[in-house]
């Protein structure tokens, strides 16, 4: 017998754990100050906790070498393979079909049957075309919940800017994303897709080539469509000898069993190389007793069996502990790095890593140095890991992920430069973090460790998850960490989960969930003496009271945090809400309330260099002293605010200043006043190209001109409003148009003019289903008694 000389890879394993994972002082019981929108927590509680133990482990990964930052490595696709076979055919096919844009391909075929090697030569031979990005990304179609179109295109519009907030209406998001391509172009793969569902919303514009890879054919308008087969027998025994060239007398044997599949013929190949001294004729016969302990290799024999027998054969050659850090490697979701798979599959010197590079059972991308597990090979590792070995792998990972994420809180919490390069550090784990985050939530009831690492994962992740996950991900994070925080009666913890899920329930516009949420977090913070989470609690209650048109409420809460403001001595703050309060009391009617508080404003406005704000509160004071009926106070307010206003570049309320001061100096009447302003408003607004504000000031001065009794000025101005709302095709303008010259006319006691005025009003108030219609009917009869 050929003596058998197996190279075997030698593993040293020396990992001391102690006796837990996990100390008490972990990252867990942390708090950020930028974990949400108007949380100002003090740095100084996070890092006196930061300063407490920690364990070794933490201590030792929380900056690994091998951490990418620089955001170089996202959505980069692999070089093309080393010994690229065959498929020139394919390939020409291709060219000749895809000559219109938009360009779209499809490849479609059995898992290891070469598709996503593929994309690579495909997308050089177009890269003159479409020169610029190239993108390529693992839809994850064999995952039990793949991601959505919605969370692919958060992806990449935070590959092209990281720190972009992100609507959570999904229309809008849509929009966000075509933006963000329209702006770059290049090639975008969509590796392993589930289906139409998740490809068809991310069909890029024509400036991008779409390459999309699946099991099943995916079929779209305009697309090319290839059934990618397995190689034909003379490209196999070409590939095969090209990995392992001593294998050829053994060759048509060995690749029967492989049926054609590259994933197969490059793992036998490797294989053999590897154990190049063994003869072919006994390498041959190993392989076909693989194949037939898995039953393979009768007449039904298929496609997977040929993949089956060479992972079997392959595995059964792996040393014990290589082949322990094999299984182990199943807990990642996605690729990973060396220091992550040395740490979670207790690796210490990456040896049985380099090992399964060699063997080929594992993908190593040297354009982003990171590694990942093919498909079939996850699918077939699975049964071999055991439930004890799975449970302690996936119970690193979560510790491993648990400081990549503080690490990248650190950046973002430096800002700048920093705060990107935490975003991209995120980003790059997203799918590892995940699956940390998902072991932390499933244990924690029963493994306080796990509850650790649950609270921690959100305390420092709130920032980065509220910008890159899903809504309904986010709350199920939020949700996760309040009970673990409960669990483990971390009582600040558990008051910033409270408001984060408040938070987070207010973003998606769910009213009663997040003012039950934020009531509780209200009063646990009040029980606490938390002044901090009081604040933020009651400026989300505002905000969910806003979104709900409910003023009343919203400027309660409003004082009940002025009052909070006050008794901190913040007089810029508290200028601040009073301003605030100021517009919310006009906005609710509480004209009465927001001349008051707009005067206490006023007192306060010396501190104050924010000029837009000062404007604010001129305008609202102005509007509320409209109201009350003293016509010249309203006017002084609103002529200072305008005065300001012109002063301070980019002022978004000027135009608003300009109809209000002509209606105050109506009212008070100053005609020439109204007169004045009006005109000077209707050249600035014209400058500006506003003509929807343009038609609001004709229709203004055609009402002050007619109150002056000047019936030929006024039809001038009423007559260019209604040219310019047909020219813009503003029903809405016309009609106001209409209806202000036909009450005008009644006034002036030419009733036959105002009720054919009127009656065209009417009409179009009517079409759009106006509520004011039965008002101008009302009128339009009393005119017609009279």
């Given at each position: ?438 072991w932390g939530r499933k244990h924690c ?73 934020l009531q509780r977090a209200l009063a ?212 106001r148009t209409l209806w202000v010259w ?45």
């Amino acid at each position: 017998m050929t003596t058998i000389i197996i190279v075997i890879i030698a593993v040293v394993v020396l990992v001391v754990l102690g006796s837990k994972i996990f100390s008490s002082g972990s990252s867990g019981s942390s708090r950020q100050s930028e974990m949400a929108p108007g949380t100002n927590e003090p740095s100084s509680k996070k890092e006196k906790k930061e300063k407490a133990a920690k364990s070794p482990v933490e201590k030792s990964l929380k900056f690994s070498s091998d951490m990418d930052v620089s955001g170089a490595a996202l959505f980069r696709p692999p070089p093309e393979a080393t010994l690229f076979t065959g498929r020139k055919e394919i390939l020409k096919e291709i060219a000749s079909k895809a000559t219109t844009r938009p360009i779209m391909i499809g490849i479609s075929g059995f898992s290891g049957v070469g598709k996503t090697c593929l994309t690579i030569p495909l997308s050089t031979m177009f890269a003159s075309q479409y020169p610029g990005a190239r993108l390529f990304i693992d839809m994850q179609e064999n995952h039990p919940a793949p991601p959505s179109a919605e969370d692919i295109m958060r992806r990449i519009i935070l590959k092209f800017h990281p720190t972009q907030p992100l609507p959570t209406d999904e229309k809008k998001l849509t929009k966000l994303y075509r933006v963000a391509l329209k702006k770059h172009k290049g090639i975008l793969i969509l590796d392993n897709a589930s289906g139409i569902q998740q490809v068809n919303p991310l069909i890029p514009p024509s400036s991008w080539l779409l390459i999309v890879t699946s099991t099943k054919p995916i079929i779209m308008p305009k697309m090319v469509a290839i059934a990618l087969q397995p190689m034909e027998i003379l490209e196999a025994h070409t590939l095969l000898t090209r990995w392992a060239p001593e294998i050829s007398p053994a060759i048509k044997e060995i690749s029967l069993i492989c049926q054609g599949i590259p994933l197969a013929l490059e793992i036998t190949g490797k294989l053999f190389a590897i154990n190049s001294t063994m003869a072919p004729d006994y390498f041959a016969k190993k392989f076909k007793e693989a194949q037939e302990s898995i039953g393979g290799g009768g007449e039904t024999s298929n496609l997977i069996d040929g993949v089956r027998a060479t992972l079997t054969l392959s595995y059964n050659m792996l040393p014990e502990k290589t082949a322990q850090v094999f299984r182990k490697l199943y807990v990642f979701p996605e690729s990973f790095t060396a220091s992550a798979a040395s740490f979670i599959c207790e690796d210490p010197k990456g040896l049985s890593l380099t090992g399964l590079e060699k063997f080929g059972l594992i993908q190593h991308n040297v354009n982003t140095n990171r590694f990942s597990l093919h498909p079939q090979i996850r699918k077939f590792i699975k049964p071999l890991l055991k439930s004890a070995d799975r449970a302690m792998a996936e119970k690193r990972l979560a510790t491993e992920f648990m400081n990549v994420l503080e690490t990248a809180y650190h950046h973002i919490k430096k800002g700048g430069k920093d705060a990107v390069k935490g975003f991209r550090l995120f980003d790059l784990e997203l799918e590892n973090i995940k699956a940390g985050m998902e072991w932390g939530r499933k244990h924690c009831a029963q493994d306080k460790d796990a509850a650790r690492v649950c609270s921690a994962y959100v305390e420092n992740g709130a920032t980065m998850i509220g910008q890159r996950l899903s809504p309904a991900e986010c709350i199920q994070w939020f949700e996760a960490a309040l009970s673990a925080a409960k669990l483990l009666e971390d009582k600040e913890a558990e008051g910033q989960h409270l408001l984060n899920l408040g938070q987070q329930y207010v973003l998606l516009n769910r009213s009663q969930e997040a003012m039950d949420t934020l009531q509780r977090a209200l009063a646990f913070c009040k029980k606490e003496g938390d002044i901090e989470g009081q604040r933020t609690a009651l400026q989300q209650l505002v905000l969910i009271c806003l979104k709900n048109n409910n003023y009343s409420f919203a400027t309660e809460h409003m004082e009940e945090d002025l009052e909070l403001v006050r008794a901190s001595g913040d007089e810029e703050e508290e200028f601040k809400l009073l301003v605030q309060l100021t517009k919310f009391c006009t906005q609710n009617k509480e004209y009465n309330k927001a001349v008051h508080t707009g005067e206490k404003a006023i007192e306060l406005a010396t501190i104050n260099d924010d000029k837009p704000l000062e404007i604010t509160l001129l305008l609202s004071l102005g509007k509320g002293y409209a109201e009350i009926g003293e016509a010249k106070k309203a006017l002084e307010k609103l002529e200072m605010g305008l005065e300001l206003s012109e002063r301070t570049k980019g002022s978004p309320l000027q135009l608003e200043l300009i109809t209000q001061v002509g209606n105050a100096a109506l009212k008070a009447g100053d005609i020439p006043g109204a007169l004045k302003h009006l005109v000077k408003g209707l050249e600035t607004v014209r400058k500006a190209n506003n003509p929807s504000t343009e038609g609001s000031l004709l229709i203004q001065l055609g009402e002050v001109h007619m109150h002056n009794q000047d019936e030929d000025q006024a039809t001038k101005y009423l007559e260019e409003a209604q040219g310019l709302s047909q020219k813009i095709k503003d029903r809405l303008m016309e009609g106001r148009t209409l209806w202000v010259w036909s009450q005008a006319l009644g006034k002036a006691g030419n009733l036959a003019g105002a009720v054919s005025r009127g009656q065209e009003a009417l009409k179009i108030y009517e079409e759009l289903k106006k509520i004011e219609a039965k008002d101008i009917r009302t009128q339009i009869e009393n005119w017609s008694k009279d």
